[in-house]
């Protein structure tokens, strides 16, 4: 691996760390890690300051994904590989969940997914973005929309042609994404988990 690429995976984890919602949130006086439930996330924020904050969080959040890799092609040009990019995605979700900003702490890492691989492999995510829509206007449970798409995305993109490299990836931000959801699934399981819409926060 070169110092080139090198650079570029670390520019992708640093890009991930941004915690935009916390960010917003914080320029509102609140600490999104000590309201709601706890998480430094879009999903959190909407809860806490209202859906506008929330899909501004949102947007900021699939962008960074989509920089990180889009600086990767940028900066080696032709010299990019599948490997790279798709390495760019993983770490780019990775930042956003652990973020050090956060002492490690950090959103699911959905939004920066979608971003990143909206770049890598589009007709994957928007039918990953489709299973999301589709759950969440049927149940209105964020988590469960989240897991199902996170699970559509790698099927989609091998499906689809990807490259091994991006279905890998995938794969891996899949993972990392059900396990950021463990508690909202166990809260499905028990009948606690928060409805859009629904009064309170989970």
């Known amino acids: 691996m070169t ?13 991930g760390s941004l915690p935009f919602s916390q960010l917003i949130a914080k320029r509102r006086g609140v600490d999104l ?3 709601g439930s706890g998480n430094a996330g879009a ?13 501004t969080g949102l947007l900021l959040d699939a962008a960074k994904g989509a920089a990180a890799v889009g ?5 080696l040009g032709a010299a990019v590989t599948p490997a790279v990019t798709a390495g760019t995605a993983v770490l780019a979700v990775a930042g956003h ?20 691989f909206a770049v890598l492999a589009p007709r994957a995510t928007l039918a990953a973005l489709g299973v999301f829509a589709v759950v969440l206007a049927l149940g209105r449970v964020v988590g469960l929309a989240s897991v199902l798409a996170a699970l559509t995305l790698p099927v989609a993109a091998h499906v689809l042609g990807a490259q091994r490299a991006v279905t890998a990836a995938a ?5 990392l994404v ?7 699934l166990l809260r499905l399981v028990r009948g606690t988990e928060h409805r859009l ?4 926060d989970r």
Not at 3 to 15: D, G, K, P, R, Y
């Open 3 to 15: 110092v080139m690429e090198v650079l570029c995976l670390s520019l992708a984890f640093i890009l």
């Open 33 to 35: 890690r000590s309201v």
């Open 43 to 55: 999903t959190n924020l909407a809860r806490v300051l209202g859906y506008g904050a929330g899909a």
């Open 71 to 75: 600086l990767a092609r940028v900066i």
């Open 97 to 116: 969940a652990f973020s050090p900003l956060l002492h490690f702490r950090g959103g699911k890492g959905v939004a920066t997914g979608a971003g990143a």
């Open 171 to 175: 794969a891996l931000v899949a993972a």
């Open 178 to 184: 059900i396990l950021r959801h463990r508690d909202n």
């Open 197 to 200: 819409g629904a009064g309170g």
